[in-house]
């Protein structure tokens, strides 16, 4: 017998115990896997008491970082505090309310009987002798606020306007009353909340005096978060009813502050947007329009937002002569709300005037709901000029008759006004011939040898410069206290780095003498 074959029966042994230990450890693997899948430990589904238990348990937390705020007269805690609000929000249910306000106010105390009245008697019900109070009530004003404002919350969520409108009055009146400066941020949530009520109920006009005494009180107090937030519903109780000139006359008049939170102040640069678009100021609407954008938490929660700041930014590009980008409408917070604003577009960018039209009345109902109809019928003259940069484009030398049917207008006099009317706005660069009746369109200007590319640059670099100084005013300094603490500190190093140097230079010394003896 040959060495081949015994050398090819070696190998397919070889082969077989290979694959037989392969097939053993996958079994072992197999077997751990499962063996781990049986003793992981399964995560433990609380029940219904357990998850009251702690929101109660972070709403008391609360309590405890608002009284730490209003002593240390440090707003970051109450900012942490209602920051957490929205995830609180989900949660809150009438036992929890009642338990809670059961273990902040005694029996006898008014505010708990006005408080439980609204939940009603079955929240009543779930309290228990543990949830009673058994010590006596420690005199925190932002604390009664607090739980005012959250059984707000809960009214506005369960519909009951009524009854959240009797206690915003009531909750509102109180903070005017107290004129504590620790309860600054929570009265901009308190007033939130009441104009929503109002909103809500159809009776916006009925708190407008009261809104703008409240501005007009934040405004010399120096109150930033009241301020920012009684601008931006005072604004908005302007445009429920159309008043734009009183909305512009607001804004004029007042000064929003630098201090303001992101939110309010990417709501405010959309209403001054918005106004500023209505005045024909077309490019600072484009740039308060872009900052509220960039401001806006991009996020689910704030999609509304998101879909009404765009859809107005889309139709001020537009005015402006500019084309948005294909991306923003693939975005899949804007996409659905954003179809009959890419059809607009499609309509300006090409210049068809038939399929404007068409567009415009078979979606009239939501631009009305958008309140954007009236901008969007100033779009027929960009239409119109799209159409004419495309034939002088393409065309070198075009009859004035030919316009007309390219365009749909109604007569050469009419196309010949708005060829005349593009060349004098620096539309086109053309010539009309008004004896031959035809328009002579010169060559093309190389874009780069024009202010274009500079203008652009000019703008990026502009955005740049406005964010870092945006960003060097948001940075937070240490207190003065941390400050001293620092300096000791430094000064004790000082000292220990003069006592090391003197040692070191004592020692010197000794062993220059020693080298002497």
């Known amino acids: 017998m040959s060495e081949a074959p015994r050398r090819s029966t070696r190998l397919n042994k070889a082969q077989e115990d290979d694959s037989k230990g392969k097939s053993k450890a996958v079994d072992q693997d197999v077997e751990m896997e499962d063996s781990a899948a049986e003793t992981a430990p399964k ?119 009524e009854k959240g409108i009797e206690l915003s009055n009531a909750t509102v009146k109180t903070v005017q009353d107290l004129n504590r400066r620790s309860l600054d941020q929570l009265a901009a949530k308190v007033y939130f909340y009441y104009a929503r009520f109002y909103e809500l109920s159809g009776r916006l006009s009925e708190i407008r005096p009261v809104l703008l005494n409240a501005q007009r009180t934040a405004t010399l107090r120096r109150d930033d978060d009241t301020q920012s937030t009684l601008i931006n519903l005072l604004l908005r109780n302007y445009f429920h009813y159309n008043l734009y000139d009183q909305a512009d006359k607001l804004v004029s008049k007042t000064t929003f502050p630098e201090a303001a939170t992101n939110n309010q102040l990417a709501r ?44 107005l930014l889309i139709i001020v590009q537009l005015l402006m002569g500019e084309i948005p980008e294909r991306s923003l409408f693939r975005q899949p917070v804007l996409r659905k709300a954003l179809v009959p604003y890419f059809q607009i577009t499609q309509a300006v960018r090409v210049g068809d005037l038939n399929k404007f039209q068409e567009t415009l009345a078979a979606h009239a109902p939501t631009f009305n709901a958008d309140k954007n109809y009236t901008l969007i019928l100033r779009l027929r003259h960009n239409v119109i000029k799209t159409g004419i940069r495309m034939i002088s484009l393409s065309y070198s030398r075009i009859s004035l008759r030919d316009v007309c049917l390219k365009l749909h207008l109604d007569s050469e006099e009419d196309a010949e006004y708005i060829v005349a009317k593009s060349i004098r706005d620096g539309v086109i660069d053309a010539t009309i011939d008004h004896e031959k009746g035809y328009m002579r369109s ?53 000292q220990e780095r003069t006592l090391v140097q003197e040692i070191a230079e004592a020692d010197e010394d000794m062993d220059e003498d020693h080298d002497e003896l």
């Open 268 to 311: 405010y640069m959309y209403y001054l947007g918005r106004i500023k678009a209505i005045q024909l100021e077309y490019t600072e609407s484009h740039q308060s329009l872009l900052q509220a954008v960039r401001k806006a938490p991009q996020n689910n929660i704030t999609a509304g937002f998101q879909q009404e700041a765009n859809k």
């Open 43 to 161: 995560e433990k589904v609380l029940t219904g008491k357990e998850l009251e238990a702690l929101a109660i348990a972070d709403i008391k937390q609360h309590f405890a970082l608002f009284t730490k705020s209003a002593k240390t007269h440090e707003s970051r805690f109450a900012t942490r505090a209602l920051r957490s609000v929205s995830s609180l929000r989900k949660r809150l249910t009438a036992p929890i309310l009642a338990r809670t306000i059961a273990s902040h106010y005694s029996k006898e105390d008014a505010a708990r009987k006005t408080l439980l009245g609204y939940l009603g008697a079955d929240a009543a019900a779930n309290i228990t002798a543990e949830d009673e109070t058994s010590s006596a009530k420690v005199d925190t004003p932002e604390v009664d606020v607090y739980l005012h404002l959250l059984v707000m919350i809960f009214l506005l969520d369960q519909g009951h306007l």
């Open 442 to 494: 010169k060559e093309n200007v190389d874009i780069y040898s024009t202010n274009e590319p500079q203008n652009a640059f000019h703008q990026r670099i502009g955005f740049c410069l406005k964010l870092h100084n945006d960003s060097v005013k948001a940075m937070r300094f240490p207190l003065k206290a941390v400050n001293a603490d620092a300096a000791e500190v430094e000064a004790a190093r000082d």
